[in-house]
Nanobody
Framework: QVEMVASGGGSVQAGGSLRLSCVAT????????AGWSRQVPGREREGVAT???????DYADSVKGRITISRDNAKNMLYLQINDLKPEDTAMYYC?????????????????????WGQGTQVTVSS
């Protein structure tokens, strides 16, 4: 059973930084496409970043330059570093994993194929 549990969210002021973490419970995590998405109540889920098993990354245009996705396959961990946080970054953030497709198939355009998204972590940014 695939389970992804995110943590590290919090309430921060605009301009601050957060590092979100996600632990994957399945042993084949290292060979998969993984990613982060975020969602605000009443709005559609938005893909934020993806990373394939080789470490090739892709980012949504709205966060490029401020966000870095990374993974530690030895620890079954996925990370999201968010810098220069803005109020519009406020959302519940989720991590997910999918098949073993490499970039460009593991990319923001395909983020909806990842899942299940599991337990999210709330990020709230105040101005």
């Amino acid at each position: 059973q695939v389970e992804m549990v995110a943590s590290g969210g919090g309430s921060v002021q605009a301009g601050g930084s957060l590092r979100l973490s996600c632990v994957a419970t399945h042993p084949w995590f290292s060979s998969t496409c993984a990613g982060w998405s975020r969602q605000v109540p009443g709005r559609e889920r938005e893909g934020v970043a993806t990373i394939d098993s080789r470490g090739v990354t892709d980012y949504a245009d709205s966060v490029k330059g401020r966000i870095t996705i990374s993974r530690d396959n030895a620890k079954n961990m996925l990370y999201l570093q968010i810098n220069d946080l803005k109020p519009e970054d406020t959302a519940m953030y989720y991590c997910g994993t999918g098949g073993d497709a490499p970039f460009p198939y593991c990319a923001i355009a395909a983020v909806q194929t990842l899942g299940p998204w599991g337990q999210g972590t709330q990020v709230t940014v105040s101005s």
